[in-house]
């Protein structure tokens, strides 16, 4: 099976399996994650799920539900009241705990404030996503506000990292974020700990979020090659 496919497959079954009507569902960003929100706008035309409150955690995510007629909120609305029943989002990177590298995308400081404020929590991931180490060969996404740009290498570099701003495509000069921000995308050469480091980044100075995900553990939907989905809890 093609990687598309997996990723078609992956977004469906995890729709079908966990999402029911009146939910507040945070949705997730990305080309896997895309299929999550096909999913939920096609049942809610079908008029098998009814009363879904959405949070999108992107622009393109947000967009998304607005062509499909999926009704978005604020988190802070009073729609949402701040927390979310289910979210569902992509990954770049799962290990055997299912801990996640997220950010591929960019969209990592509303998908983890989504993600730590869902009472449960899934991703949807083609089986090249899963590895043995996290870190070592998808970089790990710090996102920093601009003015933290030099310090906040120089922190990083300390702790072990190779560092490269994260370059925009068809725009001169870095990303940036949704928030205003700039990406440092760290790789490491031996295996880390994803927990401490997850911590330990945010406490440098200018640091927004980082893309470890490591505290609210998802259920995860890995699709495999032979058109199967296997669901790791
Ligand atoms: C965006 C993300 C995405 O979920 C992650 O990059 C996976 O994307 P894709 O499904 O396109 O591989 O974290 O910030």
Redesign the pocket.
């Known amino acids: 099976m093609e990687q598309q496919k997996m990723?078609e497959a992956a977004g469906k079954a995890a729709v079908d399996a966990l999402v029911k009507s009146g939910m507040k569902l945070g949705l997730?960003?990305?080309?896997?994650?895309i299929h999550v929100i096909y999913r939920v706008g096609e049942l809610l035309r079908e008029g098998k799920l009814q009363n879904i409150r959405a949070f999108p955690t992107s622009f393109q995510s947000q967009i998304a539900c607005e062509k499909l007629g999926i009704p978005a909120f604020a988190l802070n609305a009073p729609e949402l009241g701040g927390t979310l029943d289910l979210c569902i989002?992509?990954?770049?990177e799962i290990d055997r705990e299912n801990r996640l590298i997220?950010?591929?995308?960019?969209?990592?400081l509303i998908?983890k404030l989504a993600a730590y404020n869902s009472a449960a929590y899934a991703i949807v991931a083609d089986e090249t996503k899963a590895v043995e180490n996290l870190g070592l060969s998808f970089p790990v996404p710090v996102e920093v506000i601009p003015e933290a740009r030099i310090p906040a290498v120089l922190a990083l570099e300390k702790l072990g990292a190779l560092v490269q701003l994260r370059e925009a495509v068809r725009k001169a000069g870095p990303v940036i974020t949704e928030h205003g921000n700039l990406l440092l995308d760290i790789r490491f050469q031996e295996p880390v700990n994803p927990g401490t480091l997850e911590a330990e980044l945010n406490r440098i100075p200018g640091v927004v979020e980082n893309g470890f995900f490591t505290e609210n553990r998802p259920v995860a939907y890995i699709a495999r090659g032979d058109g199967t989905v296997e669901v790791r809890a």
Not at 89 to 92: Q, T, V
């Open positions: 990723k997730g960003t990305g080309s896997t994650a989002d992509g990954a770049d997220k950010g591929g995308g960019g969209a990592l998908e």
